[in-house]
Nanobody
Framework: QAHLVESGGGSVQPGGSLRLSCVPS????????MGWFRQAPGKEREGVAA???????TYADSVKGRLTISQDNAKTTLYLQMNSLKAEDTAMYYC??????????????????WGRGTQVTVSS
């Protein structure tokens, strides 16, 4: 059974940093893209960042230059380094995995496998 387990969320002041981690298990061997998504209360889910099997990355405009997606060399863990956090970054953050390489990597409907999320709260 496929699992994606996120960790690393928490509360931080504006300008602070967090690093989210996602550990997958039981996924098909031919995963071609993994991504981070977020959903704030009362808002639609939005794609934050994605990385494909050859290391190409895609970012939402709102996070470019502040958030960085990466994987370890063995692709056993997906990371999201979050710097210069803002109040509007407050949301539940989810990692997701897709076998097909999405044409639009930040569209969540293209991902089949999802974690349960980790909460990030940015507040003074």
């Amino acid at each position: 059974q496929a699992h994606l387990v996120e960790s690393g969320g928490g509360s931080v002041q504006p300008g602070g940093s967090l690093r989210l981690s996602c550990v997958p298990s039981g996924l098909p061997a031919d995963i071609n893209c993994m991504g981070w998504f977020r959903q704030a209360p009362g808002k639609e889910r939005e794609g934050v960042a994605a990385i494909d099997s050859v290391g190409n990355t895609t970012y939402a405009d709102s996070v470019k230059g502040r958030l960085t997606i990466s994987q370890d060399n063995a692709k056993t863990t997906l990371y999201l380094q979050m710097n210069s956090l803002k109040a509007e970054d407050t949301a539940m953050y989810y990692c997701a995995a897709s076998v097909p390489r999405p044409i639009k990597p930040l569209e969540g409907r293209l991902y089949r496998y999802w974690g349960r999320g980790t909460q990030v709260t940015v507040s003074s």
